[in-house]
Each structure stands twice: as C-alpha cells, then as structure tokens.
C-alpha cells in the first residue's frame, strides 16, 4: 500500500492584504504550484496557511511566489 505523501503547513503573515479582491491575487497565485494541497487567506487578520508537500515545493518558494504579487510575507510559527 503506498504510503500517503507527508504535507506540512505554513503559516503567514501578509502586509498590505487589505480586501477580499487582494486575498484572491494570493490564492490563485498559490493554487497552481505543485505541492501546494490547500490555501486559505484571511484579509481580516492579514494571513495565508498553505498545506504543501515539501518534497515538492519549499517554504521559500511559496514566500518567494507571495512576494511576487506584490506583498511582504513574514513566515509565523504554527
């Protein structure tokens, strides 16, 4: 039986996430990378959680894909 891969979770902090239409930008920027399992964003608490498997994509890549819709990401511990 093959075993299920491992995901882990990251959670961020997002400056500047300030609507329903920002968080979006976010979420689908996310959605599309492989590894990534699940995305949740949250503009009223300024926050993404990413269930990814890291055998696939790293913590960096997704800061580094957040970053790349124009917002600071400040990785929190879970």
Known sequence: MPSQPTSERLKLRIL???????????????E???GVRKVGVSFMMDLVFV????????????????KKTGYEAIPLAN
């Open 51 to 66: 269930d990814y498997e890291p055998n696939l994509v790293s913590k960096e890549e997704i800061i580094d894909i957040v």
């Open 16 to 30: 500047g996430l300030d609507c329903v239409s920002c968080s979006r930008v976010i979420n689908r920027a996310l």
């Open 32 to 34: 599309g990378v492989k």
